[in-house]
């Protein structure tokens, strides 16, 4: 699987928008975006995955550039319960060993008061 | 959503004994069950990726024979540390699969060994 490239840490105001970035430069073209977070003392939270279309669900927004070599993970509204260290992974979808998931060391946003 | 469980989520145990935790998904059927391992401020190191009815794939660097691994259905995963030592106290969290959906973790387990 492509590795990926995240800042450490982020903050963020309460309320406003949290953007975060990724690098997946050498991402391949059945390799998927996937966003997921950990919640300090909890197992890591689905978030949002994608191949090459933007995509929304009721948690977050991801944007993937049109080269797929970056994507940015948004939360609309900041509050201080999105505080956690979130993880952006590529990889395929399929049946064989590629199935898992490899995590690196994430960015840990801290959502200020 | 999907719910995967884990349980304990806290086990505090003497040197030499052996523990089992459990990880059930609860409202689907997991073809493929997954274990990480935490340690403090680190990332999520996997371990382990089980199939149903077969045996699990190890990582490299991790001991099929202190981390005993079973996936007898479905739905239920185990994890067995043999005979643990206070190095083998950490954060121990499974997730499971069915393929297309994304993995959804448990809530993990607190291992320490005194």
């Known amino acids: 699987d492509a590795k990926t490239t995240q800042p450490t840490s982020m903050d963020c105001a309460e309320g406003r928008a949290a953007n975060l970035p990724c690098n997946h430069s050498t991402i391949s073209g059945n390799e998927y975006v996937y966003w997921y977070r950990q919640i300090h003392s909890q197992g890591p939270q689905y978030i949002i995955h994608g191949l090459k279309n933007n995509e929304t669900n009721e948690m977050a927004s991801l944007i993937i550039t049109e080269d797929r070599k970056s994507s940015t993970l948004i939360l609309p509204h900041a509050t201080l319960r999105d505080t956690a260290v979130y993880y952006c992974i590529v990889k395929v979808v399929d049946g064989g060993a590629t199935n898992k998931l490899i995590f690196g060391t994430g960015t840990l946003l801290a959502v200020q008061p | 959503g999907a719910v995967v469980s884990q349980h304990p989520s806290w086990v505090i145990c003497k040197s030499g004994t052996s523990v089992k935790i459990e990880c059930r998904s609860l409202?689907?059927?997991?073809?493929?069950m997954f274990w990480y391992r935490q340690f403090p401020k680190q990332s999520l190191m996997l371990m382990a990726t089980?199939?149903?009815?077969?045996?699990?794939?190890?990582e490299q660097g991790v001991e099929k024979d202190k981390f005993l691994i079973n996936h007898a259905s479905l739905t239920l995963s185990t994890l067995t540390v043999t005979s643990a030592h206070p190095e083998d106290s950490s954060f121990y969290i499974c997730?499971?699969?069915?393929?297309?959906?994304?993995?959804?973790f448990g809530d993990g387990t607190r291992l320490s060994i005194l």
């Open positions: 409202d689907f059927q997991a073809t493929t």
């Open positions: 089980s199939n149903e009815g077969s045996k699990a794939t190890y």
């Open positions: 997730s499971a699969s069915a393929l297309p959906q994304p993995q959804h």
